[in-house]
């Protein structure tokens, strides 16, 4: 008894597995080996075939399985339409939350765009001060050391202005000067106290 009631287990199991799967061969020749429904859609069969899956539309099939799973043309077309929707919906979404965004930014008062810029024109004018500022204190400390050596270069000549040869200590310190030489010389001529005038007693002859 055990023995026949597990054969009829195993033949039951044979038949049931071969009633459930089948070939399905589509209107367009489509073939799919040892095809079993997954699941059902109005407008077409999920199904597990031999090399995967897929989803085959009623009008791809064979009158007989549309009439074994109850197809309806206009089932098919509403349940579509509404897929069509729900993707439209999700793809404009994200898209929707942007422009009240934009808006926002646009219709921000005008009043702080004026105040951010005014800080910016107040650090310009600044920045403007200081570096007029900084050009007249270079220009002022060149044109100082300019005339400081100037009048170094020209201290033998100065010095001497009264020597009754000024003249040629000007030429020497102003031809000469640029050498240490020359312009010692010029000093030291400066520095040079002149002879005094003899006086002839001739008057009192």
Do not use: C
């Amino acid at each position: 008894m055990r023995h026949a009631s597990a054969a009829a287990l195993l033949l039951f199991l044979a038949f049931g597995s071969t009633a459930t799967s089948s070939d399905i061969t589509t209107v367009n020749g489509t073939l799919y080996h040892d095809a079993h429904v997954t699941a059902v859609d109005p407008d077409g069969l999920h199904v597990a075939h031999k090399f995967g899956v897929a989803k085959i539309p009623f009008e791809e099939l064979p009158q007989d399985l549309r009439t074994k799973y109850h197809y309806d043309k206009q089932k098919a077309d509403a349940y579509r339409q509404q897929l069509r929707a729900r993707q439209r919906l999700s793809a404009n979404g994200p898209a929707t939350t942007q422009p009240p965004a934009q808006a926002r930014q646009q219709t921000r008062p005008q009043g702080q765009s004026q105040q951010r810029q005014q800080p910016v024109r107040r650090e310009d004018s600044r920045d403007a001060v200081r570096r007029i500022i900084a050009i007249i204190v270079s220009s002022g400390v060149f044109f100082g050391i300019l005339g400081l050596g100037i009048v170094v270069y020209f201290l033998p000549t100065l010095v001497g202005l009264r020597k009754q040869n000024a003249g040629a200590i000007f030429l020497l310190n102003l031809l000469l000067g640029w050498t240490l030489a020359g312009w010692i010389a010029a000093l030291i001529w400066a520095f040079r106290s002149e002879p005094r005038p003899v006086q002839s007693n001739a008057a009192y002859h």
